[in-house]
């Protein structure tokens, strides 16, 4: 079965801090992994995607399938980081992302 | 390009009332899904289309039906509303992996539904 678990809710952080939001997934084959954030009252929009290997407003994530993280990480967090962020599964063929419950980050000035 | 509409963006229902989400999307996208997001529960797969005239059920499918007649359009149905379907819906697309592309969804703006 496909699982993806964020272990935080919440996650507050002092401006200029680093920040890490953990992504832990479940699922037997090779997944694509995801990050997706929702800034306020906005649609959910794509931040990155693991096979792209890039960084997006300063964001990164690396797939460690040893341990089975996507964890998302920035090393200085800014105000307009405020939102809710979601990591996501896809498996193979044409199934449906798999969504975890997401994690609301509380950037403070 | 519009991208993914949805329609209405607020709605009060009844308790007992029915009433249908319309999705659209520009893209030529194969593939639509129905969300809902609730708090501290993520977003949760209603049900989902692969193409035309096909739909399959997600992880919280009771209490909606679905229809894909038209390859751009999705529409969520609720029959009778009840309380436990206040929530907010979010429509989104993709296009199919067959086609090449990874599976990226591009969301709606949401439709905030209250039931009383």
């Known amino acids: 079965a496909q699982r993806v678990t964020q272990p935080e809710k919440l996650l507050s952080v002092f401006k200029g801090a680093p920040v890490e939001l953990k992504c832990n997934y479940s699922?037997?084959?090779?997944?694509?992994l995801f990050w997706y954030v929702q800034y306020s009252r906005q649609r959910l929009q794509l931040l990155l995607r693991?096979?792209s290997r890039e960084s997006i407003k300063g964001f990164t994530a690396d797939l460690n399938k040893g341990e089975t993280s996507f964890h998302l990480k920035k090393p200085f967090a800014q105000e307009e980081d405020s939102a809710m962020y979601y990591c996501?599964?896809?498996?193979?063929?044409?199934?449906?992302?798999?969504f975890g419950k997401g994690t609301r980050l509380s950037v403070i000035a | 390009n519009a991208g993914v509409t949805q329609t209405p963006k607020f709605r009060v229902l009844k308790t007992g009332q029915s009433m249908t989400l319309l999705c659209a999307q520009d893209?030529?996208?194969?593939?639509m899904y129905w969300y809902r997001q609730d708090p501290g529960m993520g977003l949760r797969l209603i049900h989902y289309?692969?193409?035309?005239?096909?739909?399959a059920k997600g992880e919280v499918p009771d209490g909606y039906n679905v229809s894909r007649l038209k390859k751009q359009n999705f529409l969520l149905g609720l029959e009778s509303a009840a309380p436990s379907q206040t929530s907010v819906y979010f429509c989104?697309?993709?296009?199919?992996?067959?086609?090449?592309?990874?599976?990226?969804?591009?969301f709606g703006p949401g439709t905030r539904l209250t039931v009383l």
């Open positions: 699922y037997s084959g090779s997944p694509e």
């Open positions: 996501a599964l896809s498996g193979r063929g044409n199934t449906p992302l798999v």
């Open positions: 989104a697309s993709s296009y199919s992996r067959l086609a090449g592309y990874y599976n990226e969804q591009f």
């Open positions: 893209m030529n996208h194969e593939y």
């Open positions: 693991h096979i």
């Open positions: 289309s692969v193409g035309e005239g096909t739909t």
